[in-house]
């Protein structure tokens, strides 16, 4: 079975503070992908960055940025200089690589105060 | 098309009533995802298609739920004796073949059932 936890159901800033949303996860596949999603007051999920697991890289983009540690089974998403913009929340998700489902956290919500 | 596209976006309708949810994927993608998501939640998982196999139906709540998929293209969610709890935003996504490909997802259909 698989499993994803997002601790933080909501998460207060103000605008250019950084904002890191953790993520945990559980899987017993050993190749598995980790994706991160923005919903926006909008409502469209907004796909954001995929991981593999047997790529354990950080990656920046942006003003963004992941953390993936495969040892502690965590991918967590940093906003460096946040902005009004990034208010939404935001999803963690995760998909093994011999399933179909895509496995969703419960969400934090971000509020960017100006 | 650009996108993927749902209609109607909200649909409000009477317990005890029928209802039929519209899904139109990317043009191309072989895969098609159904989800649920209630007020302030997270996005459960309700059914899979992936190309002429099987769908994944683990994720329908109980047997007023289900869904098909036409030509490969086009899905339809039917609720049959919609109940209160039926009442949540339907989600519907779609992607290239292969667990590592990102789920493009469309703005939903709120769903009020009074």
């Known amino acids: 079975a698989q499993k994803v936890t997002q601790a933080q159901t909501e998460i207060s800033v103000v605008e250019k503070e950084d904002v890191t949303l953790d993520c945990v996860y559980e899987t017993r596949d050993t190749t598995y992908y980790l994706f991160w999603y923005k919903q926006p007051p909008s409502g469209e999920l907004v796909f954001l960055i995929r991981r593999n697991s047997f790529d354990e890289q950080n990656e920046i983009s942006g003003r963004y940025s992941w953390n993936f540690q495969k040892s502690t089974s965590s991918f967590n998403f940093t906003i460096t200089a946040s902005q009004v913009v990034d208010s939404a929340v935001y999803f963690c998700?995760?998909?093994?690589?011999?399933?179909?489902?895509?496995?969703f956290g419960g969400g934090t919500r971000v509020l960017v105060k100006p | 098309g650009a996108g993927v596209s749902q209609s109607p976006s909200n649909k409000v309708t009477e317990k005890g009533k029928d209802v039929e949810l519209r899904c139109d994927p990317i043009?191309?993608?072989?895969?098609l995802y159904w989800y649920r998501q209630s007020l302030g939640q997270g996005l459960e998982f309700l059914i899979y298609?992936?190309?002429?196999?099987?769908?994944?139906k683990s994720g329908l709540p109980s047997d007023r739920f289900s869904a098909e998929r036409t030509g490969g293209s086009v899905s339809t969610l039917t609720i049959q004796r919609t109940q209160q709890e039926d009442s949540a935003v339907y989600l519907c996504?779609?992607?290239?073949?292969?667990?590592?490909?990102?789920?493009?997802f469309g703005q939903g259909t709120r769903l009020t059932v009074v």
């Open positions: 996504a779609s992607s290239w073949e292969g667990a590592a490909t990102e789920a493009f």
């Open positions: 298609f992936q190309g002429n196999s099987a769908p994944d």
């Open positions: 998700a995760l998909r093994a690589a011999a399933g179909n489902k895509l496995t």
């Open positions: 043009s191309g993608h072989t895969a």
